[in-house]
């Protein structure tokens, strides 16, 4: 059975400061890997994914991951983080499905990351 | 082009009733899933489906059922409600496909008392 990881519940960092969050997961095969971004109150915001390829992917708002297969992890980083960035991160991993796409997500429990000004 | 959208926003259920959540997938997405999030924790996959057809289902009990239409809507009903099923319920949408990006709709807040 597939599952994720996120050791660090909460993080603080200073709004400049760069930022780094821990994923690990457990799989078989190749995996789907994901991470999101939720606000209070609100749905889950693709932040990148790695599918196949290179193993440093960018995403939106400045975000980057790496795919470490020896080391079962995809941690996320910013270098440097803005107030807005205050919110629950969640990494997921996804089976590949007979279609291609990623078949249903199994989320880690999240990392709510705090911003000091 | 609207998102995944999905409905009601809230509702308050009372223990023993059953509840009917709906989504609208994002334009072109004809899979559907659906996730199940309680206060604190990640998001846990419920089931998901493509042509009409429940294709994986994750570990939930039978109260929870669903369906999807031929335009590639969906709901989800669970019966029997218990004060445990009081979460945050996600729809995600995604073309079929290599690669394609998962959506994740708003949610709907299920409060049982």
């Known amino acids: 059975a597939q599952s994720v990881t996120q050791p660090d519940i909460h993080i603080t960092v200073s709004e400049g400061a760069s930022l780094e969050l821990r994923c690990n997961y457990s799989y078989g095969a190749t995996p789907y890997l994901f991470w999101y971004v939720q606000s209070p109150g609100q749905g889950l915001q693709l932040l990148l994914k790695?599918?196949?390829?290179?193993?440093l992917v960018q995403g939106i708002k400045g975000f980057e991951a790496e795919f470490k297969r020896s080391q079962s992890s995809f941690n996320l980083r910013k270098p440097s983080v803005h107030w807005s960035d205050a919110a629950e991160y969640f990494c997921?991993?996804?089976?590949?499905?007979?279609?291609?796409?990623?078949?249903?997500?199994?989320f880690g429990k999240g990392t709510h990351l705090i911003i000091q000004p | 082009d609207a998102g995944v959208t999905q409905s009601p926003t809230h509702l308050i259920k009372t223990r023993g009733q059953q509840v009917t959540l709906r989504c609208s997938p994002k334009s072109g997405h004809d899979t559907v899933s659906w996730y199940q999030q309680a206060l604190g924790q990640g998001p846990q996959f419920i089931f998901q489906y493509y042509e009409e057809e429940e294709r994986q289902r994750g570990n939930f009990p039978d109260r929870f059922s669903g369906h999807q239409f031929p335009n590639y809507s969906s709901e989800l009903n669970v019966n029997a409600l218990l004060l445990g099923d009081s979460a945050l319920y996600l729809c995600?949408?995604?073309?079929?496909?290599?690669?394609?990006?998962?959506?994740f709709g708003e949610g709907s807040w299920l409060t049982v008392v």
């Open positions: 995600a949408s995604r073309q079929t496909g290599a690669g394609n990006t998962i959506y």
């Open positions: 997921a991993v996804g089976a590949i499905s007979s279609g291609g796409g990623a078949d249903g997500l199994t």
């Open positions: 790695y599918f196949s390829g290179d193993t």
